[in-house]
Each structure stands twice: as C-alpha cells, then as structure tokens.
C-alpha cells in the first residue's frame, strides 16, 4: 500500500476500535439490561483506557494518532514526520483527519449493532446519546470549553513528552493517561478531548435509526471540537518553550 493507503487503513481501523470499545464501556453501564448496568463511573474511565490502549496498537504502523488533536500537535509542533517513513504533507495530514473521523463514525455504529436490543429497551434519549457523545453535566458553553481546553492540553503535552509515536511502554502509558484525565478532569464535560471521537459518533447518532433517540444535542457540538483543537495547539506550542 502507498502511504495515504497505509493512513486511512489504520487510522480508521484504530479509532474504529477505540471508538467501539469505549462506546461499548458507557453502553454497557448506561443502558437498560446490560450485563455492567449501573457499574461505578471508575469502569467508564479504565474502560476509555483500555479502548485507547486497543486502538494504539491497531494502528501502530501509522503512529496510533486516533485523534486530529494529535495530528494538529504533531503539525503545529517541532515534529518532522507524522510517523516513521510518514512525511508530514498537506495530503499526510487530510488523510489522518479523515480517517479519524470514518473511524469515529463506524466504532458508533458498532456499538449501536452490539447494544441494538438495549437500545430499544432504554426509553431516556439522553442515555442513549450519552453512549454516543459528550454532554456537559452543568451547560455553560464557555466554562465547558475551558474543560475541554485543559483536557486535551494534558493529553497531548504529555503524549509528545511520550515521544510522539508508541514504543514499548508508550500504548499503556497514553491509556493510563487517559484515565487519569477521566477521573480527574472528565466531571464537567465528560471528557471528550477528541474530536473525532465526539463528532464521528454523534454523527452516527444522527443518522441510524435508534427507538426514542431525541436530540443529537447539536447546539452543544461545537464544543468537544474546539476545545480539543485549542487545546492542542497549546500544547504543541508549549513543548517549544519547555
């Protein structure tokens, strides 16, 4: 494969994988007659962990991006490569945001496929749609995005302190990052710190055909895009001066 082909592969398989496995954990705690019904909020965090800790090594040939806010760090900061033998390149970095957002989109639909019977049995639109995207718990857009803005700012500072690309301990490390960020700042907004991760999915909640779904919350969904891309910038900024 040439190497916009080696991108889009892994990049939506990866965040594919990521997006379904941690839809899957919110599913599993928040839907009507799962098997992980009602669970304590400390599963949804290691659950999103582990989702990221999948999707990395799905996609480790391409440096398990998985999110445009790494991709817009690695472009704005002092990285020469998006991965090894992976020039950064306007075509490079379309493909990449792209791909992450089909994944988003089609790890939603699998988890939608996974919970179908669930989905039907839950009658509070807003569960559903929590399984989907992030909502914050008190609305307040500019405080919301100030969440989201220091969220991403510590996920992709300290990824790029990582190295940039996984290597031996880096798939944990950025899982385990993750959770940290979930259980410490995820309160407010629910922690979406990835755009394609929030706009793929809530897309996907737009478009199937889910009993009861109500709003997709669209008013609301600007904020887990900008946050992130603010966030990021920050901290590709940051690293120049640290």
């Given at each position: 494969?040439?190497?916009?082909?080696?991108?889009?592969v892994?990049?939506?398989?990866?965040?594919?994988?990521l997006?379904?496995?941690?839809?899957?954990?919110?599913?599993?705690?928040?839907?009507?007659?799962?098997?992980?019904?009602?669970?304590?909020?400390?599963?949804?965090?290691?659950?999103?962990?582990?989702?990221?800790?999948?999707?990395?090594?799905?996609?480790?040939?391409?440096?398990?991006?998985?999110?445009?806010?790494?991709?817009?760090a690695?472009?704005?900061?002092?990285?020469?490569?998006?991965?090894?033998?992976?020039?950064?390149?306007?075509?490079?970095?379309?493909?990449?945001?792209?791909?992450?957002m089909?994944?988003?989109?089609?790890?939603?639909?699998?988890?939608?496929?996974?919970?179908?019977?669930?989905?039907?049995?839950?009658?509070?639109?807003?569960?559903?749609?929590?399984?989907?995207?992030t909502?914050?718990?008190?609305?307040?857009?500019?405080?919301?995005?100030?969440?989201?803005?220091?969220?991403?700012?510590v996920?992709?500072?300290?990824?790029?302190?990582?190295?940039?690309?996984?290597?031996?301990?880096?798939?944990?490390?950025?899982?385990?990052?993750?959770?940290?960020?979930?259980?410490?700042?995820?309160?407010?907004?629910?922690y979406?710190?990835?755009?394609?991760?929030?706009?793929?999915?809530?897309?996907?909640?737009?478009?199937?055909?889910?009993?009861?779904?109500?709003?997709?919350?669209?008013?609301?969904?600007?904020?887990?895009?900008?946050?992130?891309?603010?966030?990021?910038?920050?901290?590709?900024?940051?690293?120049?001066?640290?």
């Amino acid at each position: 494969m040439g190497i916009i082909e080696t991108i889009l592969v892994h990049e939506i398989a990866g965040t594919a994988f990521l997006t379904l496995l941690g839809c899957g954990v919110v599913a599993n705690v928040a839907l009507n007659k799962t098997g992980g019904h009602g669970s304590d909020p400390i599963v949804i965090f290691f659950g999103w962990g582990l989702a990221v800790y999948g999707g990395v090594w799905v996609a480790y040939d391409t440096g398990a991006h998985l999110n445009p806010a790494v991709t817009l760090a690695l472009l704005i900061g002092p990285a020469k490569e998006y991965a090894s033998g992976i020039p950064i390149t306007f075509a490079t970095t379309v493909a990449y945001f792209f791909a992450e957002m089909v994944g988003g989109f089609l790890g939603a639909v699998a988890c939608y496929l996974a919970y179908k019977k669930q989905y039907d049995d839950t009658e509070d639109g807003a569960t559903k749609l929590a399984t989907f995207s992030t909502g914050p718990t008190i609305k307040s857009y500019g405080w919301n995005l100030v969440t989201e803005i220091i969220g991403t700012f510590v996920l992709i500072f300290v990824i790029i302190m990582f190295g940039n690309t996984p290597n031996q301990l880096g798939p944990l490390a950025v899982a385990l990052l993750v959770v940290s960020i979930g259980a410490s700042l995820g309160g407010p907004t629910g922690y979406a710190i990835n755009p394609a991760r929030d706009l793929g999915p809530r897309i996907a909640h737009a478009v199937l055909p889910i009993k009861n779904k109500g709003s997709s919350n669209w008013a609301y969904a600007w904020v887990p895009v900008i946050g992130p891309i603010i966030g990021s910038a920050l901290a590709a900024l940051a690293v120049y001066v640290y």
